[in-house]
């Protein structure tokens, strides 16, 4: 079965190529029941049941359609592993080994206008690394944009352009979302500008893989590439979202759509427009779910709270004295259900203030305070552990919390939680545990960076798989 990706819904091609699929036409058809038939009639008419009245958007695309804009951006990008070589038959790598030239890029997103003098959100993956970003307004004019500022770990962008006047979108309650409600989205799919959505919310608060700080809103309105960094709004006309991704085994839209909730996207804004970054609050601690096996090991009376799995030296955490292995159940008094409860909440307090953790600890409760640190605007809350090794191996790994060890009968290990470049190559996958490199044991990421800094060409990773151990060869060359 194809391995199902998040794809962010950006447009990374010109529109012409964009546009390579076949637009299929709908014939009707007369169908005739089977009753019928075999009484050798046609079937009469049948009553027609009264129409299902359902949501009409129009008069909110007629009043804020006008503040959705279209985003084109060029730029370009480093050749890769991935590049195809110049002719049949040459290394993918050919680019990256012989030194081909930066390849141009075109991209195609959406955005909308939050004041009128051409303040506008969009999504940070549809302008990063953009050298030229041009805004295009409903009514066909143009403005070359300015990149206000960046903040990759929520995929907000600011851009700024030189207009007055401008019609605005007005900002919602994400707070207040239910699932079930109609939503709608505006956007540019495939470069069909002003294209019109809609569906309903299927969930709120959705944790997504590297997306520690985003609740998002799930949805099941048709987004596709193009669609990135438009609005998705209320059936009041409120913005409640920023379209972001998709789940999907295709690359197009299969009913799995996450909008950013506006509330996050608007603390964000205000931040990057006063000092063009983003302060956000950190501990230093790695958490992960308790399932059910888990809640009984520690002896919760059921799942429920972030377990802690890793503790950063000299963090906020360590400092308060959090361990590996203890369950925070509550912060600030607010109970928390699930791993990705735990980040957005920290992110959200100001570096410097204290904060309340309620903690199971070997059978029992007990509180404890904190001073919350300060993460940098493009960190990630669980990938620091992860990165010195990543560039060399193609490894995100953490290391194994003491039950993790003695689930697996294990002295020690790290998790891979993800994987590219030569692991992903050889096969290594997420959930694997790494126990050597050539030939040496490896129970720290400290010891894994030396390891794979010492490595030639060719290394041998020893990994585990369930209850399997194999080498896996690497080439790192």
Known sequence: ???????????????????GGAIIGLAPQTLTSSVALAAGRDEQPARTAAPVAGPDFSSIVERFGPAVVNVQVEGTAKATADDDGPFPGMPRDFGRRFGRPDRPVRGLGSGFIVESNGLILTNAHVVQNAKT???????????????VGIDRATDVAVLKIAAKDLPTVTIGDASRIRVG????????????????TAGIVSATARGLPNQ?????IQTDVPVNPGNSGGPLFNTRGEVVGINSQIYSDTGGYQGLSFAIPIDVAMKIEKQLVATGTVHRGWIGATVQDVTQPLAE????????????????????????????????????GGALMRSGDLPPRIA????GTRATLSVWRRGEAKEMTLAIGERHADAQP???????????????VRSLSPEEARSINEAGGLLVESVSG??????VQPGDVVLALNGETVSTVDGLRVLAAKAHDRAALLIRRDDAKIFVPLNLG
């Open 1 to 19: 079965m194809p391995r199902k990706i998040l794809t962010r819904s950006l447009a990374a091609a010109a529109i012409a190529s964009a546009l």
């Open 382 to 396: 669980q990938a620091d552990n992860a990165q010195p090794a990543q560039g060399r191996l193609g490894l995100a």
């Open 212 to 216: 520690s700080y985003v609740p998002f």
């Open 133 to 147: 970003v041009i805004v295009k307004l409903s009514d066909q004019r143009e403005f070359p944009a300015k990149v």
């Open 348 to 351: 959200d307090l100001s570096p």
């Open 297 to 332: 090991a520690f002896g919760l009376p059921k799942p429920g709270g972030v377990l802690v799995s890793s503790v950063e030296t000299d963090s906020p955490a360590a400092k308060a004295g959090l361990q590996a292995g203890d369950v925070i159940l509550t912060l600030d």
């Open 181 to 196: 409600e109609w939503v709608l989205a505006i956007g540019s799919p495939y470069g069909f500008e002003n294209t019109v």
């Open 422 to 427: 030569p692991a992903a190559r050889a096969g």
